[in-house]
């Protein structure tokens, strides 16, 4: 079974470009969360989306933005990209609740120049 | 809103001594994780607790949640060089609307 799947790898922005991040979920799985995980920190929650709608987001400006796909894949966009965003940005998906096992994807490294 | 601390933030260890790692909630937890991320990798599922003053055994790790389920611990016996990385602990929100990660324990295991 694939498990969580994430593109680009690593994506090379400067300040105030946008850049887009894509997710794909394990297959059956409805939920897809986002994390920004910056150096020496945790692991800050962005957004959570399930059967389509946005169903929470955490304490970002709007600028970090997201949707879900009918095939429950996911883009996270941000837009007007600052320094403090270099960040790696990790996706993970579960069957439906915040409740249950997250799997987590590779990440994709983003570095803001 | 609702918080979960973990200390300590970094420990390093000798090979074969143990190690334990603490997590606290501010708030009273319907369950716990705990999840492992070694160096340049991804956070990996480990256990998931439920019960009050449950113990789950996993090999040489033992995972613990508190009575009053608003604590949880992780301990590892005779620690290997395999264990190195970070250990997060996370708990549902309130509303069940996400689930919020403590800052993790990094751990260093020198053979």
């Known amino acids: 079974e694939a498990g969580v799947t994430q593109s680009p790898t690593h994506l090379i922005k400067t300040r105030g470009q946008q850049a887009t991040l894509r997710c794909s979920p394990i297959s059956g799985h409805t939920s897809v969360y986002w994390y920004q995980q910056a150096l020496g920190l945790g692991l800050q929650f962005l957004l959570w989306?399930?059967?389509?709608?946005?169903?929470n987001r955490g304490n970002f400006p709007p600028r970090f933005s997201g949707r879900q796909f009918p095939n429950y894949s996911s883009e996270l966009n941000v837009n007007a990209l600052e320094l403090e965003d270099s960040a790696l940005y990790l996706c993970a998906s579960s069957p439906g609740s915040v409740l249950d096992e997250q799997f987590f994807g590779p990440g994709t490294r983003l570095t803001v120049l | 809103g609702q918080q979960v601390m973990q200390i300590p933030q970094y420990q390093h260890v000798q090979e074969g001594e143990d190690f334990t790692t603490y997590c606290n909630s501010s708030?009273?937890?319907?369950?716990i994780q705990w999840y492992k991320q070694r160096p340049g990798g991804h956070p990996v599922f480990l256990i998931q607790l439920v019960k009050s003053g449950e113990v789950k055994k996993q090999k040489r790790l033992t995972f613990q949640f508190g009575e009053a389920k608003k604590n949880s611990s992780l301990h590892i016996t005779a620690t290997q060089t395999t264990d190195v990385g970070t250990y997060f602990c996370a708990g549902p929100g309130s509303g069940y609307s996400t689930l919020t990660f403590g800052k993790g324990t990094m751990l260093l295991v020198s053979p």
């Open positions: 989306y399930d059967e389509g709608e946005e169903r």
């Open positions: 708030t009273t937890l319907s369950n």
